[in-house]
């Protein structure tokens, strides 16, 4: 779609939407894939990119070029009345991006993927609290870290995200009942005892259901064998949500089996993980702690259920009826194609939009 001037009510003047996009190295990590669906959905919106076209080459010395040559462009092109969305983190160039497009009389809508002073610590508090207020509005991942934001100290305005949307041409295949009482899990993503060393104590609880893991054993080496944890290869994003069998996607993180820990587990309370989306798009309801961010949104739109513990979720799944199970699958489809097709984003932005104008 070739670009346009956005108009939005109540302002009485025009502006461009525009955005810079970069090169990036894969799309298989969520974070990337993440940011060029944003993209994907800026484009529809007749957005601008100020920078080079988008390009995937792992060469480090290449990226850097052609990154640097982006910034660049961007420089040049930014001009008045712009409103440029830029998806944060931004390597290097966050604060300079954003001193560009107010010297230019533009301003700065940033979209929150991850906050470095949360999971890596790479940042204080107070050093990424300094940076965001660089941007005009800020789009927090969801309603939590939007109010932790404002309790930190960022002062400018503030929306939230919700849920990362998922776009892919693959839609969930229709699955039959499974009967009450012999339900299953599915658990994806990348294993490493840094993220996910809860796994190795589910041979101690694991009862009355089986739980799917897609991803490397071999990152959990001490694991030891249960016919209830079943592990499958990796499988490719559109195949997944194609294919994958199971009643629920479940999400946790950390060191336990009985709360969400460690770094990765805490940042639960504050982040949406991508993977959320990506179990929608797959047909299936969510299991999700219930003291992570997305735990209200999970039951207000009843598309899954929240639990303290791993432990409950033998007598949580054999409770769970068909009709219950029908319902939840009802909403999750809606939810799904709002997550196809940008509806998440797109209504934040909006929102970002008639705030700032």
């Not at 033998?314 to 939840?328: D, G």
Request: aromatic share 10%; hydrophobic share 40%; with cysteine.
């Amino acid at each position: 779609m070739g670009s346009k001037v956005v108009d939005a009510a109540p302002s009485a003047h025009s502006y461009r939407l525009c955005y810079l996009t970069r090169n990036y190295r894969g799309v298989e990590g969520s974070g990337n894939k993440a940011k060029t669906d944003n993209e994907d959905t800026l484009k529809e919106m007749g957005a601008v990119n100020l920078g080079l076209p988008r390009t995937f080459y792992d060469n480090k010395v290449l990226k850097f070029i052609l990154d640097l040559t982006g910034v660049l462009a961007y420089c040049m092109r930014v001009r008045r009345n712009d409103v440029v969305v830029l998806q944060y983190p931004v390597k290097k160039y966050f604060s300079f991006l954003c001193r560009v497009a107010h010297l230019k009389g533009a301003r700065v809508v940033t979209l929150i993927h991850d906050l470095g002073s949360m999971r890596r610590k790479k940042l204080t508090v107070q050093q990424e609290i300094n940076r965001l207020m660089h941007a005009d509005y800020v789009i927090a991942s969801n309603e939590v870290m939007q109010q932790w934001l404002a309790d930190n100290g960022y002062s400018h305005p503030l929306g939230a995200l919700g849920l990362f949307d998922y776009r892919s041409h693959s839609s969930a295949a229709e699955h039959g009942e499974t009967p009450s009482g012999e339900r299953s899990i599915v658990y994806a993503g990348a294993l490493a005892m840094r993220k996910n060393a809860f796994i190795l104590q589910l041979p101690d609880v694991i009862d009355g259901y089986k739980m799917h893991i897609y991803g490397n054993r071999s990152g959990l080496p001490s694991l030891r064998d249960n016919d209830r944890l079943i592990f499958h290869d990796f499988m490719p994003a559109d195949k997944f949500i194609e294919g994958v069998e199971g009643d629920f996607g479940f999400v946790w993180d950390g060191d336990d089996i009985d709360s969400c820990t460690g770094s990765f587990g805490e940042y639960l309370r504050y982040n949406s993980p991508h993977k959320v989306s990506f179990y929608l798009r797959a047909g299936m309801p969510v299991i999700i702690w219930k003291e992570a961010a997305l735990a209200s949104l999970v039951e207000s739109e009843g598309i899954g259920k929240c639990v303290g513990s791993i432990r409950e979720l033998n007598s949580l799944l054999t409770s769970i009826t068909n009709e219950e199970m029908a319902s939840m699958k009802k909403n999750v489809r809606r939810v799904s194609d709002r997550l196809a097709n940008g509806g998440f984003f797109q209504k934040a932005l909006e929102k970002a939009l008639r705030d700032l104008t």
